[in-house]
C-alpha cells in the first residue's frame, strides 16, 4: 500500500475512534460539561491532562525548536515540565478542594468580587485565544502536507471533529477523547524516534541514544559530532546557547509559571474526586508527559544531524523526495545564490522574510523560483522549523506506516488541545458571564445551551486564526504563558496561601500584571518589531521572558495595595481555611 | 471530637485550630524543602552553574546540558511522588486526610 493510503486509514480510523467516544459520552448536565461529573479516576485525568497539555507546539514544533536552537532549547524542556511541580504542589489540590466549575469561579468567590471574576473571565479568554490560534494551525499544516487538502479546508475538517466531541460531549466527552488521544500522539511520537535514535547510534531509546556514539566508527559521541559539523559551517556549537543566561532564566520561569497558571490544565484537576487525587493526578500527568518530554530532546538532536547529512553541499537535482515535497507546501525553499546547482546550508537567513513563491517556472536545477530579495551570507537553505518531526520520518527513510502515524499524532495533539481550550472558553461564558454575572436565573438547561452555543461560537473564532495564522506555532503559544504567569498565577496562589490578600489587591495585582506584560509583548512583537533586540530590552529580558517580571509587578502591587486596605471578611478567612485541608471535598454536582 | 457538653466545644474549636496550624505549618515545612530541590536542579544546575558542570558528563552528554534537557525532568517527577507520599502522611498524621472512610 502507498503512504498516501496508509496516512488517509490511519487518520480516518482515528477520527472515527474520537467520534464514537464522543457518542458514548455524551453530557447530560452542567457537572457533566464543565467537570465531567468529577468522578475521573486520577491516572485516567493524568492521561487527559497530558494530551491536553501537549499540544501541536509540544508535538510538531518542540522538537525542531531544540534542533535549531540546541541549548537554548532547554528553555521548553525545564519550562513546560517544571510547571507541574507547581501545579501539584501549590494549586491542584487545593482548587479541586474548593470544588466548583472554573478558574474564575474560584477568583470570583475568594476575593468576593464579580469585578476580580470578569477580570479573571478576560485574562482567561485572551490566553485561550491565543493558544488555541497555534492549534488550529498546526492542523492545518498536517492536512495541506500529508492529506492534500488545502489548509483552509484541514481546518474547517479539524473544526468539525472538535465541534463534534467537544460541544455534544463537554468534559466528560473531551476526557474521554483525550485517553484515546494521548494513547495515538505518543505511540507516534515514540515509534519514529526509536527508529531514528536505532539507526544513529545503534540505541533505541533517545534518552540514552543521545548520550552514546554514533553508529558511524567514528567514535564520537552524538552531541560531540553535532557540535563538531555545526562549528564547521559556522554554526554556534549544539550545546552552547546563544541566549544570555538571564533570559534562559526568564524565560524558563515564565513557561513554568505559565503552565500552572493555564486556565485549561488547571481545569482537568476540578475533575477528579477528591483533593488526594489532584495530587497523583498532577504526577501521572507529568510522567505522561515527560515520556514525550525527554524524548523531544533526542529527536532534535538527530533531527538537526539527519538534516545537514542529507542536504548539506548536495545537487539539489539529486535533493531527497521530502525535500521537494514540503518545497511544494512553501515550509522549504533553497536560492542558488552560487548557482552551482548544490544546496548550501549555513548560518544566518537565505532571503529575507518568508519565502514567496514566482509562479513563473522554474529555476536552472528544477528549484521553485522565490521573489524574496537574496541575503548577503552563503546560506541558501530556508527550512521552516515547524516540520522537523513531521518530516523526521521521511528524512530517515522509515516505512510509510510510521509517517502515517505520525500525522495521526499531530492532529491528535492539536485536536485534543483545541477541544480543551474550547471548554474552557465556553463554560467561562456559560457559566462566569452568564449565570455568575449577568444572568443568574438561567435554568441549568439555559446553562447547558449557553456553554454549547458559545463552544460553536469560540470554534468558529479559532478556525478563522488558524485559517489566517498570526505567526510560527510556538511563538503564539508563548504568549500564552507569559500573560499567565502575570495574572492568574499569582492571584490563585495568593488566594491560597495568604489569608490577607483581598478584593483590592488581587484586582491591582492582576491587572497592572497583565497590563504591563500585554503591553511589553505588543510592542516588540507587533508595533515595533524591528527594535525587538537584546539591546533595547528590559534588563536583557525578552518578550518570551517578560512575563516573569509582569509576575513580580502583579506580586508587589497586590501585596501593597491589600496592606492598604480592608482585610477579606471573615467567611473568606473560613473558606480558605477550608481548602486547606483536604477532608470534605464534595463533588460539584452536589451544590 | 468525641465531645458532646456544650461547654467543651470552645475548647475542641480551638484545639482543632491548633491541629490545623499545626498541619499547615508541616504542609509549608515541605514545600519549602521541595521547591528548593525544584528550583536547584533547573534553575541552578541546567541554567546558573551550567557552564561549571559542562566539565563533567554523564555518557555523552554534557552535565549541565543533561541537567537542562533530561535530568531535571526526572527530578521533577521524583519530587511530585515525594510529596504525594509525604503529604499523605502529615495528613493522616493530624487526622485531616480524604481517605474514604
Redesign the interface.
Same mark, same amino acid.
Given at each position: 500500500m502507498d503512504t498516501q493510503t496508509l496516512i488517509y486509514i490511519f487518520v480516518g480510523l482515528s477520527f472515527a475512534l474520537y467520534i464514537a467516544i464522543a457518542i458514548w459520552s455524551r453530557a447530560g448536565s452542567t457537572s457533566e460539561f464543565y467537570v465531567a461529573g468529577g468522578g475521573v479516576n486520577p491516572v485516567v485525568n493524568g492521561m487527559a491532562t497530558a494530551a491536553d497539555w501537549m499540544s501541536a507546539a509540544s508535538f510538531i514544533s518542540m522538537a525542531g525548536l531544540i534542533a535549531f536552537l540546541g541549548y537554548d532549547g532547554s528553555v521548553y524542556l525545564m519550562g513546560w515540565t517544571g510547571g507541574y511541580v507547581l501545579l501539584a504542589l501549590l494549586l491542584a489540590p487545593y482548587l479541586r478542594k474548593f470544588g466548583e466549575f472554573t478558574v474564575p469561579d474560584f477568583i470570583g468567590t475568594r476575593y468576593y468580587s464579580k469585578a476580580a471574576r470578569v477580570v479573571a473571565v478576560v485574562c482567561l479568554i485572551f490566553i485561550s485565544f491565543t493558544y488555541i490560534a497555534g492549534q488550529m494551525r498546526g492542523v492545518g499544516i498536517v492536512f495541506s502536507r500529508f492529506l492534500d487538502v488545502p489548509i483552509l479546508w484541514g481546518v474547517i475538517i479539524g473544526m468539525g471533529i472538535v465541534f463534534i466531541y467537544a460541544v455534544l460531549g463537554g468534559m466528560k466527552g473531551i476526557t474521554y477523547t483525550q485517553v484515546a488521544q494521548y494513547c495515538v500522539l505518543i505511540f507516534a511520537y515514540m515509534v519514529p524516534a526509536f527508529f531514528i535514535s536505532f539507526l544513529i547510534t545503534g540505541n533505541p531509546v533517545p534518552a540514552l541514544g543521545l548520550g552514546s556514539e554514533v553508529n558511524d566508527g567514528s567514535e564520537l559521541f552524538v552531541l560531540q559530532k553535532l557540535d563538531l559539523v555545526l562549528t564547521d559551517l559556522g554554526f554556534a556549537a549544539y550545546t552552547d546557547g546563544s541566549k544570555s543566561t538571564i533570559d534562559i532564566f526568564c524565560i524558563t520561569m515564565a513557561l513554568m509559571v505559565g503552565t500552572a497558571g493555564l486556565p485549561h490544565v488547571i481545569v482537568r484537576f476540578f475533575t477528579v474526586p477528591k483533593a488526594s487525587d489532584a495530587r497523583k493526578s498532577a504526577g501521572w500527568a507529568l510522567l505522561f508527559i515527560a515520556l514525550l518530554y525527554v524524548t523531544a530532546g533526542p529527536v532534535g538532536a538527530f533531527a538537526r544531524l539527519n538534516f545537514i547529512e542529507t542536504v548539506n553541499e548536495q545537487d539539489y537535482a539529486d535533493a531527497p523526495e521530502w525535500f521537494t515535497n514540503w518545497e511544494a507546501n512553501d515550509l522549504i525553499a533553497w536560492r542558488d545564490k552560487n548557482g552551482d546547482g548544490r544546496m548550501q546550508y549555513r548560518p544566518g537567513d537565505a532571503f529575507e522574510g518568508a519565502p514567496v513563491f514566482s509562479e513563473s517556472g522554474e529555476g536552472a536545477s528544477g528549484e521553485r523560483v522565490l521573489e524574496n530579495a537574496a541575503t548577503e551570507n552563503a546560506n541558501e537553505v530556508y527550512v521552516d522549523r515547524d516540520i522537523m518531526v513531521l518530516a523526521n520520518p521521511e528524512i530517515a527513510n522509515l516505512p510509510g506506516w510510521v509517517i502515517a502515524l505520525v500525522a495521526a499524532g499531530g492532529l491528535a495533539a492539536a485536536l485534543s488541545t483545541a477541544a480543551g481550550l474550547l471548554l474552557v472558553i465556553s463554560s467561562s461564558v456559560s457559566h462566569d458571564l452568564l449565570k455568575k454575572t449577568f444572568r443568574p436565573r438561567i435554568t441549568e438547561k439555559g446553562e447547558l445551551l449557553a456553554a454549547r452555543v458559545a463552544a460553536t461560537a469560540a470554534i468558529v473564532v479559532a478556525g478563522y486564526l488558524g485559517i489566517y495564522p498570526p505567526g510560527w506555532v510556538a511563538q503564539v503559544v508563548a504568549f500564552a504563558f507569559g500573560l499567565a504567569a502575570a495574572s492568574l498565577f499569582p492571584a490563585i496562589f495568593m488566594g491560597i496561601f495568604s489569608m490577607r490578600m483581598n478584593r483590592e489587591g488581587a484586582i491591582a495585582g492582576m491587572v497592572s500584571g497583565l497590563v504591563f506584560t500585554f503591553l511589553y509583548i505588543a510592542w516588540f512583537k507587533l508595533w515595533a518589531p524591528a527594535a525587538n533586540v537584546e539591546a533595547n530590552w528590559l534588563l536583557g529580558i525578552s518578550p518570551e521572558g517578560i512575563g516573569v517580571v509582569g509576575m513580580v509587578i502583579n506580586f508587589t502591587v497586590a501585596i501593597a495595595v491589600a496592606s492598604l486596605t480592608k482585610a477579606p471578611p471573615a467567611d473568606i478567612r473560613g473558606l480558605v481555611e477550608n481548602i486547606r485541608v483536604p477532608r470534605g471535598a464534595e463533588n460539584p454536582h452536589m451544590h | 471530637m468525641d465531645d458532646t457538653q456544650t461547654g467543651s466545644n470552645s475548647d475542641a474549636d480551638a484545639r482543632q485550630a491548633g491541629v490545623?496550624k499545626a498541619?499547615?505549618r508541616a504542609?509549608i515545612r515541605l +514545600?519549602a524543602v521541595? *521547591?528548593s530541590i525544584?528550583f536547584s536542579v533547573?534553575?541552578g544546575a $541546567?541554567? +546558573?552553574f551550567?557552564d561549571f558542570l @559542562?566539565q563533567f558528563s554523564? $555518557? $555523552?552528554?554534557?552535565l549541565g546540558?543533561?541537567f537542562?534537557?533530561?535530568g531535571?525532568?526526572?527530578v521533577? +517527577?521524583i519530587?511530585?511522588?515525594i510529596?504525594?507520599v509525604a *503529604?499523605?502522611r502529615i495528613?493522616r498524621k493530624f487526622d485531616? @486526610?480524604? @481517605?474514604d472512610s
Amino acid at each position: 500500500m502507498d503512504t498516501q493510503t496508509l496516512i488517509y486509514i490511519f487518520v480516518g480510523l482515528s477520527f472515527a475512534l474520537y467520534i464514537a467516544i464522543a457518542i458514548w459520552s455524551r453530557a447530560g448536565s452542567t457537572s457533566e460539561f464543565y467537570v465531567a461529573g468529577g468522578g475521573v479516576n486520577p491516572v485516567v485525568n493524568g492521561m487527559a491532562t497530558a494530551a491536553d497539555w501537549m499540544s501541536a507546539a509540544s508535538f510538531i514544533s518542540m522538537a525542531g525548536l531544540i534542533a535549531f536552537l540546541g541549548y537554548d532549547g532547554s528553555v521548553y524542556l525545564m519550562g513546560w515540565t517544571g510547571g507541574y511541580v507547581l501545579l501539584a504542589l501549590l494549586l491542584a489540590p487545593y482548587l479541586r478542594k474548593f470544588g466548583e466549575f472554573t478558574v474564575p469561579d474560584f477568583i470570583g468567590t475568594r476575593y468576593y468580587s464579580k469585578a476580580a471574576r470578569v477580570v479573571a473571565v478576560v485574562c482567561l479568554i485572551f490566553i485561550s485565544f491565543t493558544y488555541i490560534a497555534g492549534q488550529m494551525r498546526g492542523v492545518g499544516i498536517v492536512f495541506s502536507r500529508f492529506l492534500d487538502v488545502p489548509i483552509l479546508w484541514g481546518v474547517i475538517i479539524g473544526m468539525g471533529i472538535v465541534f463534534i466531541y467537544a460541544v455534544l460531549g463537554g468534559m466528560k466527552g473531551i476526557t474521554y477523547t483525550q485517553v484515546a488521544q494521548y494513547c495515538v500522539l505518543i505511540f507516534a511520537y515514540m515509534v519514529p524516534a526509536f527508529f531514528i535514535s536505532f539507526l544513529i547510534t545503534g540505541n533505541p531509546v533517545p534518552a540514552l541514544g543521545l548520550g552514546s556514539e554514533v553508529n558511524d566508527g567514528s567514535e564520537l559521541f552524538v552531541l560531540q559530532k553535532l557540535d563538531l559539523v555545526l562549528t564547521d559551517l559556522g554554526f554556534a556549537a549544539y550545546t552552547d546557547g546563544s541566549k544570555s543566561t538571564i533570559d534562559i532564566f526568564c524565560i524558563t520561569m515564565a513557561l513554568m509559571v505559565g503552565t500552572a497558571g493555564l486556565p485549561h490544565v488547571i481545569v482537568r484537576f476540578f475533575t477528579v474526586p477528591k483533593a488526594s487525587d489532584a495530587r497523583k493526578s498532577a504526577g501521572w500527568a507529568l510522567l505522561f508527559i515527560a515520556l514525550l518530554y525527554v524524548t523531544a530532546g533526542p529527536v532534535g538532536a538527530f533531527a538537526r544531524l539527519n538534516f545537514i547529512e542529507t542536504v548539506n553541499e548536495q545537487d539539489y537535482a539529486d535533493a531527497p523526495e521530502w525535500f521537494t515535497n514540503w518545497e511544494a507546501n512553501d515550509l522549504i525553499a533553497w536560492r542558488d545564490k552560487n548557482g552551482d546547482g548544490r544546496m548550501q546550508y549555513r548560518p544566518g537567513d537565505a532571503f529575507e522574510g518568508a519565502p514567496v513563491f514566482s509562479e513563473s517556472g522554474e529555476g536552472a536545477s528544477g528549484e521553485r523560483v522565490l521573489e524574496n530579495a537574496a541575503t548577503e551570507n552563503a546560506n541558501e537553505v530556508y527550512v521552516d522549523r515547524d516540520i522537523m518531526v513531521l518530516a523526521n520520518p521521511e528524512i530517515a527513510n522509515l516505512p510509510g506506516w510510521v509517517i502515517a502515524l505520525v500525522a495521526a499524532g499531530g492532529l491528535a495533539a492539536a485536536l485534543s488541545t483545541a477541544a480543551g481550550l474550547l471548554l474552557v472558553i465556553s463554560s467561562s461564558v456559560s457559566h462566569d458571564l452568564l449565570k455568575k454575572t449577568f444572568r443568574p436565573r438561567i435554568t441549568e438547561k439555559g446553562e447547558l445551551l449557553a456553554a454549547r452555543v458559545a463552544a460553536t461560537a469560540a470554534i468558529v473564532v479559532a478556525g478563522y486564526l488558524g485559517i489566517y495564522p498570526p505567526g510560527w506555532v510556538a511563538q503564539v503559544v508563548a504568549f500564552a504563558f507569559g500573560l499567565a504567569a502575570a495574572s492568574l498565577f499569582p492571584a490563585i496562589f495568593m488566594g491560597i496561601f495568604s489569608m490577607r490578600m483581598n478584593r483590592e489587591g488581587a484586582i491591582a495585582g492582576m491587572v497592572s500584571g497583565l497590563v504591563f506584560t500585554f503591553l511589553y509583548i505588543a510592542w516588540f512583537k507587533l508595533w515595533a518589531p524591528a527594535a525587538n533586540v537584546e539591546a533595547n530590552w528590559l534588563l536583557g529580558i525578552s518578550p518570551e521572558g517578560i512575563g516573569v517580571v509582569g509576575m513580580v509587578i502583579n506580586f508587589t502591587v497586590a501585596i501593597a495595595v491589600a496592606s492598604l486596605t480592608k482585610a477579606p471578611p471573615a467567611d473568606i478567612r473560613g473558606l480558605v481555611e477550608n481548602i486547606r485541608v483536604p477532608r470534605g471535598a464534595e463533588n460539584p454536582h452536589m451544590h | 471530637m468525641d465531645d458532646t457538653q456544650t461547654g467543651s466545644n470552645s475548647d475542641a474549636d480551638a484545639r482543632q485550630a491548633g491541629v490545623r496550624k499545626a498541619y499547615w505549618r508541616a504542609n509549608i515545612r515541605l +514545600l519549602a524543602v521541595l *521547591m528548593s530541590i525544584w528550583f536547584s536542579v533547573s534553575f541552578g544546575a $541546567g541554567i +546558573l552553574f551550567r557552564d561549571f558542570l @559542562d566539565q563533567f558528563s554523564i $555518557g $555523552g552528554y554534557p552535565l549541565g546540558f543533561w541537567f537542562a534537557q533530561q535530568g531535571s525532568i526526572y527530578v521533577f +517527577l521524583i519530587l511530585i511522588a515525594i510529596y504525594v507520599v509525604a *503529604m499523605h502522611r502529615i495528613e493522616r498524621k493530624f487526622d485531616l @486526610d480524604d @481517605d474514604d472512610s
